[in-house]
């Protein structure tokens, strides 16, 4: 009797999986899987297109909501009183604390919540039969990181604030949107940017939240259900590759010595 292999690691069957998937990558047109609950064997490509699309409009939308939101929340907090700030702070550092389950959990219950009040449905809160659905899964996906974004960036701008080169542009009556806007802003955007590649990361693993709850079927859950190496080494590649490329973009067009030159220009 042939015993069956206990757990542990085992080289020449780890290569030849990598092997073979290397293989089936190079030859994709030929990536297939069975749709779930037939027996029907489909090509991945073009499908997973589809499904990719989908998740990467979520992804890069909710995105960029965020920034534009943290920025001007940024920006108009430091006109609020020194108490204001204070309390803006303690708030986020509440919402900070909540789990990424109950803000989505709580977004989309308040939404039936009004729907069944006020007979208004104001958006879909689940999707069926293969519905795509937008407005709610972009607040939910962006909600988290403009609390993280505007949080940091609020700190980041704090410390440049406490400068000498602030103190004398204020001292010269410059305005203090220019200040911020002009000079502040550019000196904060290499940390602003490294950011952005941490909340990237942290929207992916939301976005799995996001489909389960609303049952969306986008690049995530068309991973899970079709867990093969090959699947999920193409889904890993193309939500990595927009991101290597967006970020490559964004380094080159960063303007270089910028914290001198802004210091400078206020002096």
């Known amino acids: 009797m042939q015993l069956q292999k206990s757990i542990g690691f085992y080289p020449g069957n780890f290569y030849s999986e990598i092997r073979n998937t290397l293989v089936e990558i190079i030859n994709w047109k030929e990536i297939s899987y069975i749709a779930q609950g037939t027996n029907v064997e489909r090509n991945v490509f073009p499908y997973i297109i589809e499904t990719y699309t989908y998740s990467l409009t979520l992804l890069f939308v909710s995105l960029l909501i965020a920034l534009l939101f ?4 940024t920006t108009s907090t430091f006109y609020f009183s020194s108490k204001a700030q204070k309390a803006v702070k303690f708030v986020l550092n509440l919402l900070e604390a909540l789990p990424d389950v109950f803000v989505v959990f709580s977004l989309q219950l308040g939404a039936i919540w009004i729907f069944k009040n006020t007979s208004l449905l104001i958006t879909e809160p689940y999707a069926l039969s293969g519905q795509k659905i937008y407005f709610l899964p972009i607040l939910t996906l962006s909600l988290i990181p403009t609390i993280y974004l505007y949080k940091s960036t609020l700190m980041m701008y704090e410390q440049e604030l406490n400068k000498p080169y602030v103190e004398l542009g204020i001292a010269k ?33 939301n976005v799995i939240i996001l489909e389960y709850m609303y ?35 964004i380094d080159a067009l960063l303007p270089k010595g910028v914290v001198y030159y802004d210091q400078k220009a206020v002096l």
């Open 70 to 73: 943290a920025i001007t929340l």
């Open 173 to 205: 009556g410059l305005d203090k949107l220019y200040i911020l806007l002009r000079h502040i802003f550019p000196n904060v955007l290499l940390s602003f940017f490294y950011n952005l590649k941490y909340i990237y990361l942290m929207m992916i693993s």
């Open 215 to 249: 049952n969306i079927f986008g690049l995530l859950k068309f991973m899970i259900n079709h867990p093969t190496y090959e699947i999920i080494t193409v889904g890993i590649l193309l939500l990595t590759i927009p991101l290597f490329v967006a970020f490559f973009l």
